[in-house]
């Protein structure tokens, strides 16, 4: 079975999908639906360089935005 490589280059759905601006309207989104503050996380990988959480990162340094 064949694997895509973790440095192969993104589609450009992907690389949308895998934006901060994405990430950031989902974080909206969640925090109208749930009242709950979000946050836009630096991910550790090119697949998912953002994520979105409802905990403070444990790094000061990966938080990039917060959604209150």
């Keep these: 079975m064949l694997h895509a490589s973790p440095v192969a280059p993104l589609s450009p759905l992907r690389k949308r999908l895998a934006s901060f601006d994405h990430a950031y309207r989902i974080a909206l989104l969640l925090r109208r639906d749930?009242?709950?503050?979000?946050?836009v996380v630096r991910g550790l990988g090119p697949i998912q360089?953002?994520?979105?959480?409802?905990?403070?990162?444990?790094?000061?340094?990966?938080?990039?935005?917060?959604?209150?």
Excluded at 34 to 39: A, C, E, F, L, Q
Excluded at 49 to 68: F, G, I, Q, S
Aim: proline fraction near 19%.
């Design 49 to 68: 360089p953002y994520k979105v959480t409802m905990r403070p990162p444990e790094w000061p340094d990966r938080w990039l935005a917060m959604v209150a």
């Design 34 to 39: 749930t009242g709950v503050p979000h946050y």
